[in-house]
């Protein structure tokens, strides 16, 4: 089965600087790479995603890079602020089979602190 | 819209006890799924639903029963609680087609 592995597993910003979270999967048929941020005591909340036919996609000050030949994955946040402070979630899946539809197979997580 | 509700956010279980975790959504997803979220290990899909009458099991599925006889509502049974399933549980739904999922806010199990 899939599996994701997700780095730094903590990361401190001062803010203002720029954060970059990685990520490598191991099965080449995921096609499906969300990120989603887990605030203290809440549940995660997707902030971005892409698929396996795009390299690159931005949103505001966050920003995604997928390299399918080495199958490793990045998410960048630019000008970081207190409120990016939160643990940070990459996850893979086979979003287009019928059989792995919604299977998302999490990394670990990335604890981002940003220090003001 | 409230979104995805969860209850209770705590609970408190001896070994050997049952509980079911409840899971509500408003918003009329078909795909409903169990995470629980461990130290160091990300989130862990348990069970999931593709609709009314539909389950199936993800990665850790033993221990734990679901059924789905709404679309609303998908709880989760722990049938025999033992320490190992100390945890934070997560519920998430989404659409089908689409692949946001939206998580709930979590239930802490602790099991002694």
């Known amino acids: 089965g899939e599996n994701v592995e997700q780095h730094p597993s903590t990361l401190s910003v001062q803010e203002g600087d720029s954060a970059v979270i990685k990520c490598t999967y191991s099965?080449?048929?995921?096609?499906?790479f969300p990120w989603y941020k887990q605030e203290l005591g809440k549940g995660p909340q997707l902030i971005i995603d892409?698929?396996?036919?795009?390299g690159e996609k931005k949103d505001q000050r966050i920003a995604v890079t997928l390299n399918k030949t080495a199958k490793h994955f990045s998410l960048h946040i630019t000008e970081t602020q207190p409120e990016d402070s939160a643990v940070y979630f990459c996850a893979a899946s086979m979003a287009f089979s019928t059989d792995s539809w919604g299977k998302l197979q999490f990394g670990a997580g990335t604890q981002v602190v940003v220090t003001p | 819209n409230a979104g995805v509700t969860q209850t209770p956010k705590f609970q408190v279980l001896k070994t050997g006890q049952s509980m079911t975790l409840q899971c509500a959504q408003d918003m009329n997803h078909e795909y409903m799924s169990w995470y629980r979220q461990d130290p160091g290990m990300g989130l862990r899909l348990i069970h999931y639903s593709v609709g009314a009458g539909i389950t199936d099991q993800g990665e850790v599925p033993n221990g734990y029963n679901v059924s789905r006889s709404t679309t609303e509502d998908f709880p989760l049974r722990l049938l025999s609680a033992a320490p190992s399933q100390t945890s934070v549980y997560f519920c998430?739904?989404?659409?089908?087609?689409?692949?946001?999922?939206?998580f709930g806010p979590g239930t802490r199990l602790t099991v002694t």
């Open positions: 892409i698929r396996s036919n795009v």
């Open positions: 099965d080449s048929a995921s096609n499906y």
């Open positions: 998430a739904s989404s659409q089908l087609g689409t692949h946001e999922q939206y």
